[in-house]
């Protein structure tokens, strides 16, 4: 059985920073994708950053890059999240996407990230 699993999440005051990970477990073959997203009360679930391919081609919303730093433990099907300069619209439950080399889609129960002071 597949299961996604985030962590990382927490209260932080603007400025500081957070590492979110990522674990799957259960996939017979390594993912080909695996992406952070974020959803907000009320809000789309947007794109945060992701990773493709066995050469972790990176992609990052325009909103964090520069901020965010998303990397891939290929052996541990594990994925990272590295946010520093935190800011308040940051604030969301933040989501942990795999994508099977047959196109199945797998998602985490997500993490809750808030910045506030």
């Known amino acids: 059985q597949v299961q996604v699993v985030e962590s990382g999440g927490g209260l932080v005051q603007p400025g500081g920073s957070l590492n979110l990970s990522c674990v799957g477990s259960g996939f017979i073959s390594s993912p080909i994708y695996m992406g952070w997203y974020r959803q907000a009360p009320g809000k789309e679930r947007e794109l945060v950053a992701d990773t493709t391919g066995y050469d972790d081609k990176t992609n990052y919303a325009a909103s964090v890059k520069g901020r965010f730093t998303i990397a891939r433990d290929h052996a541990k099907n594990t994925l990272f999240l590295q946010m520093n300069n935190l800011k308040p619209e940051d604030t969301s439950v933040y989501l942990c996407?795999?994508?099977?080399?047959?196109?199945?889609?797998?998602w985490g129960q997500g993490t809750q990230v808030t910045v506030s002071s």
């Open positions: 996407n795999a994508r099977t080399p047959w196109r199945v889609n797998f």
